[in-house]
């Protein structure tokens, strides 16, 4: 059993890089990717802690990619080696950019009457990112909302009052990024991109031809139709497939790590065919 799409304190994860690389091991997994959003700071600890435990540990990380559209598009970039300086300068960029948008969130929140400051938000978070996941949690802490879930679709959801953009990278950088770390690029959790049918595979097809060698067919936000035909569709366009958790620990407790849609195990098997530097990071 393997996870390739994992979180940690260092993004917006409960468990610490270390704590996480337990729960594997406990779990019995064989190998784990940590895949934190716009940053690599929790893959020393994660790697520290997997070394001489028999489990795979690769480098990973999570980034939002530009795109004019209702949907949203994040891209995977897995088993990164330590040639990375141009990737590392880039997330740092687009840390800066995630602050000055959670800056105006803030001051916009707060106008409304909804109180909400950047310490608080930096308490929550407990590491150098913060994200919305982060706004979400303090609004159901302060009871402004009943779940997190209810926090993104009724405020900071895109396309709701205090959804606020932020600079992204464009898609070729990103491959172009991932490429020169020594990683493979792959879209997450494809059903976020909201499209379908026709629409979906011709995206696919240009992301391919933009640098993607892959799509996260498994994910626990699909339904298990939905993966089947994910993963036929990455086939049909010569892509890789990927299966993950998203593991964001106690935050999303319904999702455990190596599993992923309908409670599936994700197999070793997955593994065996992509081309990831093993014990990378």
């Known amino acids: 059993m393997i996870d390739l799409h994992t979180h940690s304190t ?13 729960l594997a091991l406990a779990g019995g997994l064989t190998a784990l990717a940590l895949t934190d959003h716009d940053t ?3 893959v020393k600890e994660a790697r520290s802690r997997s070394d001489g435990s028999g489990l795979l540990f690769f480098a990973g990380v999570e980034i939002e990619i530009d795109r004019d559209a209702a949907g949203e598009f994040h891209l995977l970039g897995l088993g990164l080696s330590d040639q990375r300086r141009d990737l590392a300068d880039a997330l740092d960029a687009l840390q800066q950019a995630r602050h000055q948008r959670n800056l105006r969130m803030v001051e916009k929140l707060t106008r409304d009457g909804i ?10 978070a407990g590491g150098k ?13 302060k009871k402004v909302v ?11 959801g895109k396309g709701q009052a205090y959804y606020e953009p932020r600079a992204c990278l464009a898609l070729e950088e990103a491959t172009r990024l991932i490429h020169g770390a ?16 026709p629409a979906l595979r011709q995206f696919l097809s240009s992301c391919k031809d933009q640098g993607v060698d892959g799509l996260e067919a498994w994910h626990p936000n699909h339904a298990l139709s ?3 035909r994910f993963q036929r569709m990455a086939a049909g366009l010569g892509l890789l497939v990927t299966g993950g958790s998203d593991f964001h620990g106690e935050h ?13 195990a994700i197999p070793d098997e997955l593994l065996t065919l992509l081309p990831l530097q093993r014990g990378a990071g």
């Open 40 to 42: 690599l700071d929790g």
């Open 10 to 22: 260092a993004s917006d994860g409960s468990c610490t890089p270390e704590r996480l690389i337990e």
């Open 226 to 228: 939905e993966c089947r």
């Open 252 to 264: 999303m407790p319904k999702r455990k790590l190596g599993f992923t849609a309908a409670g599936r």
């Open 129 to 141: 990112v913060v994200s919305r996941a982060h706004f979400a949690r303090l609004f159901v802490r």
């Open 146 to 156: 009943s779940s997190i879930d209810a926090a993104f679709t009724r405020l900071i």
């Open 115 to 124: 109180p909400v400051s950047m310490e608080e938000l930096n308490e929550i």
């Open 182 to 197: 020594g990683g493979i690029a792959v879209v997450a959790h494809p059903v976020s991109l909201g499209l379908k049918g």
